[in-house]
């Protein structure tokens, strides 16, 4: 009985200098700073990721003849649907040099889908009514929205313009609507260097 005692409580014993070894190991390595930590994997879009994006927007060449391309630094959001809504409200609200608005100022895009290579941009009654009209000025309208968004979105390839939520004919009688428009660069020429100084109002 008296051994049995014995070795239990030289197993207790063994245990517990065990534990006080591993300690020290434990504590010298730590401060010694032997540890090889892994690096912090930062999500995508949050703290240590990039706060803003140059994106590419393009705007009517002051003769209205062709698309000319403005650059522009923007909020980087947390989705792919924002980041096609707010490329788009920059587009509507205008060039910051000399190049012309291709969308009313009253435009609204209601919603964004996108399905496999295609963008589906829904926009209010507004993109109709306040056109300018004129086959020159729907083409630049369309190709506007269109070059924009696939040059800035490599993943997809075409783009869907809906209006409240339907497919229309076209916007001013000019082009047919009822499909996917794909990306057309020969619309886009170099902008001139007069073309890039800015808008009267920018230098207030």
């Keep these: 009985m008296a051994r049995k005692k014995n070795k239990t409580f030289l197993i207790m014993v063994t245990m517990v200098i065990s534990a006080i070894i591993i300690s020290f190991i434990y504590l010298y390595i730590r401060d010694k700073g032997l540890f090889v930590t892994r690096k912090k994997i930062v999500p995508y879009f949050f703290e240590g990721e990039k706060k803003y994006i140059e994106i590419k927007l393009y705007f009517s060449s002051p003769d209205a003849s062709c698309l000319m391309m403005e650059k522009r630094e923007v909020k980087k959001c947390k989705n792919t649907n924002e980041q096609i809504k707010l490329i788009i409200e920059e587009l509507i609200k205008g060039p910051q040099t000399k190049l012309e608005p291709t969308l009313p100022s009253e435009c609204k895009t209601k ?39 696939l040059d800035n979105l490599n993943k997809y390839k075409k783009v869907q313009i809906l209006v409240e939520g339907r497919e229309v004919e076209t916007l001013a009688g000019h082009i047919f609507f009822k499909k996917p428009f794909y990306k057309n660069m020969k619309l886009v020429k170099k902008v001139t260097n007069d073309a890039l100084l800015p808008k009267e109002d920018n230098l207030e």
């Design 111 to 149: 919603e964004i889908f996108l399905h496999k290579e295609t963008i589906f941009v829904n926009f209010d009654q507004s993109i109709i009514t306040k056109h300018c009209k004129g086959s020159s000025g729907e083409i630049l309208t369309t190709y506007s929205i269109v070059n924009t968004l």
